[in-house]
Nanobody, 113 residues
Framework: QVQLVESGGGLVQAGGSLRLSCAVSGTIISLNTMAWYRQAPGKQRELVALVTSGGSTNYVDSVKGRFTISRDNAKNTVYLQMNSLKPEDTAVYYC???????WGQGTQVTVSS
């Protein structure tokens, strides 16, 4: 069973930065496409960024140029570096595979204007 523990969220002013981490167990991230998702209040969960097993990355348009997804295969950990944060980035952030079965607790990111 895949277990995911997200951390690194917090309260930051607009223009600030945060680095999220996701410790993964129960699967080998280097063999999977891993992704970060987010869910804002009253909205559906959306995919924000992904990194394939081959290392290719892709981002939703709203975060391109500001967010960077990466992974440390030795630590089986996925990261999301978030720069130039905006109030509309406020959400609970989750990591998972592209076929999620269950979810971690997520990490809250709040960006004040």
């Amino acid at each position: 069973q895949v277990q995911l523990v997200e951390s690194g969220g917090g309260l930051v002013q607009a223009g600030g930065s945060l680095r999220l981490s996701c410790a993964v167990s129960g699967t080998i991230i280097s063999l999977n496409t891993m992704a970060w998702y987010r869910q804002a209040p009253g909205k559906q969960r959306e995919l924000v960024a992904l990194v394939t097993s081959g290392g290719s990355t892709n981002y939703v348009d709203s975060v391109k140029g500001r967010f960077t997804i990466s992974r440390d295969n030795a630590k089986n950990t996925v990261y999301l570096q978030m720069n130039s944060l905006k109030p509309e980035d406020t959400a609970v952030y989750y990591c998972n595979t592209m076929l999620p079965v269950s979810w971690g607790q997520g990490t809250q990111v709040t960006v004040s204007s």
